[in-house]
T-cell receptor, first 111, second 113 residues
Framework: QQQVKQSPQSLIVQKGGISIINCAYE??????FPWYQQFPGKGPALLIA?????SEKKEGRFTISFNKSAKQFSLHIMDSQPGDSATYFC??????????FGAGTTVTVRA | NAGVTQTPKFRVLKTGQSMTLLCAQD?????MYWYRQDPGMGLRLIHY???????AKGEVPDGYNVSRLKKQNFLLGLESAAPSQTSVYFC????????????FGSGTRLTVV
């Protein structure tokens, strides 16, 4: 049973559009929420992360929104580009060293 | 280049055969992990280590064993491979400081026939 539920499984967006990926969790001990990006044939790589003491974090075109009361967080990719086509994983941890990952979302950006 | 190196990259095993996957990191990280990635299942933790000489079970440890005799190496063993162990295996390492995240290897694609 996955501790972090991620949706959708896949999405297609036009170049310049917004991609939105949602994650939900139950364990209130989770206190660190990273997102990983994985290109085909490669291992995942850290993209952006947030702590629950802030509601939003932005790095370039990537933004995490966090709703502590709803136990949900989401990744927004603004002005999506073909190079953003990848699989994205949300994750969470209560202890800074052992992550639980969501099932992943495959994003395809059409030119 | 610094990072996490996994060997082999591909392997086909027959049911019942054994093998060892090797993970090596040169970043002096304390923590190391083995994950498996399956379609629709995400990354599931098999075993992990919080330091040299230590190992612990993750979410899906059955059928696997691990050893960390040296800080830089983390070995994953399959004693008697089963078709259900067909997967892509990723090793990762980290220093326990969240902002640096994990560093993943490029994966081992294992097929058990």
């Amino acid at each position: 049973q996955q501790q972090v539920k991620q949706s959708p499984q896949s999405l297609i967006v036009q170049k310049g559009g917004i991609s939105i990926i949602n994650c939900a969790y139950e364990n209130t001990a989770f206190d660190y929420f990273p997102w990983y990006q994985q290109f085909p044939g490669k291992g995942p790589a850290l993209l952006i992360a947030i702590r629950p003491d802030v509601s939003e974090k932005k790095e370039g075109r990537f933004t995490i929104s966090f709703n502590k009361s709803a136990k949900q967080f989401s990744l927004h990719i603004m002005d999506s580009q073909p190079g953003d086509s990848a699989t994205y994983f949300c994750a969470a941890t209560p202890n800074d060293y052992k992550l639980s990952f969501g099932a992943g979302t495959t994003v395809t950006v059409r030119a | 280049n610094a990072g996490v190196t996994q060997t082999p990259k591909f392997r086909v095993l027959k049911t019942g055969q054994s093998m060892t996957l090797l993970c090596a990191q040169d970043m002096n990280h304390e923590y190391m992990y083995w994950y498996r990635q399956d379609p629709g299942m995400g990354l599931r933790l098999i075993h992990y280590s919080v330091g040299e000489g230590t190992t612990a079970k993750g979410e899906v440890p059955d059928g696997y064993n691990v050893s960390r005799l040296k800080k830089q190496n983390f070995l994953l063993g399959l004693e008697s491979a089963a078709p259900s162990q067909t997967s892509v295996y990723f090793c990762a390492s980290g220093d326990g400081i969240p902002n640096y995240g994990y560093t993943f290897g490029s994966g081992t694609r294992l097929t058990v026939v």
